[in-house]
């Protein structure tokens, strides 16, 4: 990104882009030299409110755990380079330094996931090596709250996949006050729920007088549900909350403490400052004044079919390989799996029964994630900003991850192979390279499945060459526009 920032002038876009109010330095001057490439689009938001709070209305679509975490390290690790770097420029580093940590971690995560899950630890260990190069791997550097999201989603699912039900709420509920679409999360923990608690009526009779009575059941199943789902709400009303009082409250002269350039900014761009001139902005006055829901409305325009018209037609353009990576994972487990589909996995099977439940992504622990990605990818497509698709999915749903090491794993010959054989020579023959069938979930070799794929491009299957070609160069696309400010999102 630095040498693209080096390489390409900024493109001028009419985004948030508050003015530097005190004189960069020369370590300051060299640090955007080299990542002011993430310092673009939403990060500016993330970085304005790490550093100033919530003064203009519209950055409260931001959500305030990500930026604390920010300032948090800014202040504390960094503060020894205090005498070099302003505060904008350690809020930046501190940024990049944290998204890359949790970028590791989720990764980790998605692997531990993975392997509970898919009970095939080499579709999740290729699943998290795809992680690392995922098309949406420039806002997990940049500095944008998904590599976060990413982290607390993924070890949450992980945690509720072992039984952890307490500590899953609560990484959660962490989740859902970095981004809002944390909330649908609560889905997992009841379906958790609604699952066990269908299994268990469905046990055989010389089983149910072990069982306590079924308004137990239900009283117990019912109030673990509402305690878990209060909990995931509660950081999002917390900050409604906030929002509220800070911009329906009475005026506190607030605006005299704010510098003049971004008074004027204010003016120039039409953004709403907290309690200005004494005039409560409209949502104030709503029967539940949801500041997120307003904002997403009137600013930037978000709604059903809002952004179908022709100027859109290059970003469903950009949006069109994960719409079509997405929608067809859904298609291939329905079609795998219609029964368990039309039942919502609230039927007790013969493997499940018997101790040997199927592996793979196409097994039955995978339903309840489908459903998850496939929500996210109607509603983004149909109701958000379509070029943003790519990163929402990227950053919430490990299917995009599990479906494509699939792909690889079940199609391409190269992966199947044991050891380390002469990777650069071309295969003679299909047993050579078989070390194990393509559904085998055995631990696998210790190297980098990507990298084999690379070495051996010559020998990769038209579907491995397009499940690569989306993640690296949309890897590759996405970092040139993002850095360069070009206009996609």
């Known amino acids: 990104q630095a040498l693209f920032n080096l390489l390409i002038p900024d ?49 409260c679509a931001f959500f305030p755990l990500y930026p604390l975490s920010v300032r948090a390290v800014a202040e504390g690790a960094l503060w020894p380079l205090q005498r070099l770097l302003r505060l904008r420029s350690r809020l ?30 080499r579709v999740a260990f290729l699943a998290a090596v795809l992680f690392s190069v995922s098309p949406a791997n420039v806002f997990m550097a940049a500095a944008y709250s998904e590599s976060m999201f990413a982290f607390l989603a993924f070890s949450a699912m992980w945690q509720l996949e072992k039984g952890q039900s307490w500590l899953s709420g609560l990484l959660f509920s962490l989740a859902s006050g970095v981004r809002a679409n944390g909330l649908i999360n609560a889905g997992f923990f009841l379906y958790s729920r609604g699952k066990c608690f269908a299994l268990q009526l ?44 800070r911009f329906c409250g009475p005026g506190t002269g607030l605006e005299q403490a704010v510098p003049k350039p971004l008074l004027q900014l204010a003016l120039d761009k039409g953004y709403r400052l907290a309690a200005m001139d004494g005039v409560k902005p409209p949502w104030c006055s709503q029967r539940f004044p949801v500041v997120y829901s307003y904002i997403q409305d009137a600013y930037w325009n978000v709604g059903f079919l809002r952004y179908f018209e022709l100027r859109q037609i290059p970003n469903f353009l950009l949006a069109l390989p994960v719409t079509l990576l997405g929608s067809w994972a859904a298609w291939t487990y329905i079609i795998a799996n219609p029964r368990h589909c039309v039942t919502l996995g609230l039927e007790r099977r013969k493997s499940e029964e018997e101790g040997k439940p199927r592996a793979g992504f196409c097994c039955p622990a995978v339903f309840v994630y489908v459903v998850h990605a496939t929500v996210l990818l109607a509603f983004g497509f149909f109701c958000m900003h379509v070029q943003v698709l790519t990163r929402f999915l990227g950053s919430s749903s490990p299917v995009l991850y599990w479906f494509s090491a699939h792909l690889l794993q079940e199609h391409e010959p190269l992966l199947w192979s044991e050891g380390t054989d002469n990777q650069t020579a071309a295969p003679r023959s299909e047993k050579s390279l078989l070390g194990k069938s393509p559904g085998s979930c055995g631990k696998g070799t210790s190297e980098n499945p990507i990298v084999r794929l690379l070495l051996n491009r010559r020998f990769i299957t038209p579907l491995g060459k397009c499940v690569l070609g989306f993640f690296l160069s949309y890897w590759l696309l996405g970092l040139i526009l993002h850095c360069n400010f070009l206009p996609w999102t």
């Open 11 to 59: 493109h001028a876009a009419d985004a948030f882009h508050p003015p530097r109010l005190s004189e960069p330095g020369l370590w300051d001057l060299l640090l955007e030299r080299l990542l002011g490439g993430l310092s673009h689009w939403d990060a500016e938001h993330f970085l304005f409110i790490a550093e100033r709070g919530y003064l203009y209305e519209h950055n």
């Open 92 to 121: 930046l580093l501190s940024a990049v330094l944290l998204n890359s940590l949790f970028s590791v971690l989720a990764a980790a995560a998605l692997y531990k996931l993975g392997c509970v899950v898919l009970q095939c630890r």
């Open 202 to 245: 469905q046990v055989g009779s010389g089983s149910v007088r072990k069982l306590p009575p079924l308004w137990k059941q239900l009283l117990s199943v019912a109030s673990s549900a509402v305690l878990m789902c209060a909990g995931i709400f509660l950081p999002f009303a917390l900050f409604q909350y906030y929002a509220y009082v």
